[in-house]
């Protein structure tokens, strides 16, 4: 199989203020986000990222779709270095975060040819592409309502639709299931499984083992910014054996994290 | 009583402990006493009243010893070989300052207690012709008690007009210019950090230069419409906002004067916008660049009031600072007395900092620091 994303030892700190200090109760000045962190996902898998709250998942994501810098080490999406050529990886990926919010004032479909030509789609594509994904998620009926008048569900399907109008190899979502009804939420991973067939990787971040349970191939473990267990899915054929396994490995890594 | 000193606390802790609201609160004062302190000088000799000035004027049957006393003060220049008619028509050009005629025995009829009258000519449209009008009344005024004036005032209605526009328009028109680019700068980019929609921009494979240049155009064409708007209704309105006084007629300018005002507006929105932009950029939030931004607005304002004074600044190398510039090159361009150095060292200095706004954007965008700021 071949290999479409390779993490190899990012690092990331963050400079903490004297606030955070206080809140976090340390007299460090630095906090290690992501350490040394590696790991490979293959085309038409979905890659879970599973781990606690600021364990690093979605500073390790932002990193790699370019939004920020590491401090150390490389990854390459496709082939391309994040490092050396951010603005080529930026069109092989697909990114869906909670904090990327819609612009309250325009309509889903006003945002979808917006971000399709900011990525240089044909618009002939673009608008076959809109046609199918605004009927597969139910948007034909308030593609002209202003993002400020849709409910949160309708706001996360415009999202994720608007994170892939340029057709990426590789489609990372953090938490996407957040927030949503069940309904949304099925919606949501059934197109996520629906993507795999078509032989996009997906790298999910999730702290949801029922979730990686059920559509990922294989799964890296993060605890205070490190990689603590990298393996498929298929040594967790037994039931809550993920789950299981996580919470030693977290009683084995905690409290490691300042540097 | 207790509670009311409670929150007048809390209030004051609000403001005194917060770093970026004392410098908001503090700035203004060192702004003022700086500006107003460069301002001064470089204002007294636009004014024509340094010490270097030269006043034009003609007086006939002088009594003995009065230009010498006023010569220890100011540096007259006695154009007494001019005619009557040469003089007036050079008053009504602008080309002497002041035309006096004393009547033949001033001084015994003064004596006598006859009360003689003084004919005064000068232009009201021009600084140094006023400025000289009033140095010669005050000096008459100081030295006799009984004696009449009869004064004419040879500016046309049209220099009337100009010198009021001038005096006012350029004012107004660079706070239109300021306001129109803080009502869209601080929402278009402090707003979409704030509301979470920038990261969506930024994942895009776009150039952040593009990003900046984007936003920078866009912005500098919103805030001019509405600079634009304001303008014509003030020009529109002039003539009842000066009681009837003036009236404005659009042929008053040339084609010429009109594309230079342009261009001026033009590069003037652009300073702005990336003035604000960069503040913007750098606030989390739409209350915080518009915080922030005060300062700027008082510098402009405090720079635009310069002009209430109806005078450009002569020297080339002050039309080298943005705002100062553009406030001056108005002036000119409203004045009629435009210079065209002055002009495109004004148009290619804005041009400039605005490069190099739109690249220091550019690396704000670039910044995680600034861009994803908690």
């Given at each position: 199989m071949k290999v479409i994303l390779e993490v190899n030892n990012l690092k990331k700190t963050f400079k903490l203020s004297k606030k955070q200090q206080k809140i976090e109760k340390t007299k460090l000045k630095v906090r290690v986000a992501v350490n040394n962190l590696s790991f490979k996902a293959y085309e038409g898998q979905i890659y879970g990222l599973l781990g606690p709250n600021g364990a690093g998942k979605t500073t390790t994501l932002r990193i790699i779709s370019t939004l920020i810098k590491q401090d150390e080490g490389d990854a390459l999406v496709d082939g391309l270095s994040i490092s050396k050529s951010p603005e080529k990886v930026r069109s092989k990926i697909g990114f869906l975060t909670s904090d990327l919010k819609l612009d309250d004032f325009f309509t889903p479909n006003y945002l979808f040819d917006y971000f399709s030509n900011l990525h240089g789609v044909d618009a002939k594509v673009r608008n076959e592409r809109k046609e199918l994904m605004f009927k597969k998620f139910g948007i034909d009926e308030f593609k002209e309502v202003k993002v400020s008048d849709l409910s949160t569900g309708m706001k996360q399907k415009v999202s994720l639709v608007i994170s892939l109008v340029h057709d990426p190899k590789i489609i990372i979502f953090d938490e996407p299931t957040n927030g949503l009804d069940v309904i949304t939420a099925k919606t949501v991973i059934d197109f996520l499984l629906d993507l795999k067939t078509q032989g996009k990787t997906i790298i999910l971040s999730t702290h949801i083992f029922s979730l990686v349970e059920r559509i990922c191939d294989q799964v890296g473990i993060i605890i205070d910014g490190r990689m603590v267990l990298e393996t498929?899915?298929?040594?967790?054929?037994?039931?809550n054996s993920l789950e299981k396994r996580f919470f030693e490995l977290y009683e084995q890594n905690r409290g490691e994290i300042y540097g | 009583m207790a509670n009311l000193w409670t929150i007048i606390k809390k209030e004051l802790r609000r403001f005194f402990t917060d770093k970026r609201m004392l410098v908001s609160l503090l700035l203004p004062g060192i702004l003022i006493f700086v500006l107003y302190s460069i301002m001064g000088d470089v204002m007294v000799n636009n004014l024509g009243q340094g010490a270097d000035q030269v006043y034009t004027l003609k007086v006939e049957n002088e009594p003995t010893g009065f230009a010498d006393a006023l010569e220890t003060v100011y540096h007259l220049d006695y154009q007494?070989?001019?005619?009557s008619e040469e003089a007036l028509l050079k008053i009504e050009n602008k080309e002497l300052d002041l035309y006096l005629v004393f009547p033949v025995n001033f001084l015994d009829d003064y004596e006598a207690g006859l009360n003689p009258t003084i004919e005064m000519h000068y232009n009201a449209s021009s600084m140094t012709s006023s400025t000289m009008m009033n140095i010669y009344s005050s000096f008459l005024s100081n030295s006799l008690q009984q004696y009449g004036m009869d004064v004419s005032n040879h500016a046309t209605d049209i220099d009337t007009s100009i010198m009021l526009i001038t005096g006012m328009v350029p004012f107004l028109l660079i706070t239109f210019l300021f306001t129109g680019a803080m009502a869209v700068a601080p929402e278009s980019i402090a707003g979409e950090k704030e509301r979470g929609t920038i990261a969506n921009l930024l994942i895009t494979p776009v150039k952040r230069s593009n990003i900046a240049l984007g936003k920078i155009i866009a912005l500098s064409i919103v805030a001019f419409t509405s600079a634009a708007s304001s303008f014509i209704g003030l020009m529109l309105s002039l003539p009842k906002l000066l009681g009837g006084t003036v009236g404005f007629d659009f042929s008053m300018y040339s084609v010429g004067a009109y594309l230079m005002l342009l261009l001026v507006i033009i590069s003037t929105v652009l300073i702005f916008i990336v003035m604000i932009a960069l503040v913007s950029t750098y606030a989390k939030s739409i209350k915080e660049a518009t915080s922030l931004a005060m300062p700027l607005m008082i510098v402009v304002m405090l720079v635009g009031v310069s002009t209430l004074m109806g005078s450009a600044a002569t020297s080339a190398y002050l039309y080298l600072i943005p705002i100062y510039n553009s406030v001056n090159s108005l002036v000119s361009i409203f004045s009629l007395e435009f210079n065209l150095v002055n002009f495109i060292l004004t148009i290619v200095s804005n041009l400039v900092v605005t490069g190099l706004g739109i690249f220091l954007l550019t690396r704000m965008f670039n910044s995680e620091k600034i861009m994803f700021r908690k």
């Open positions: 498929s899915m298929a040594d967790f054929s037994v039931p | 007494d070989e001019l005619t």
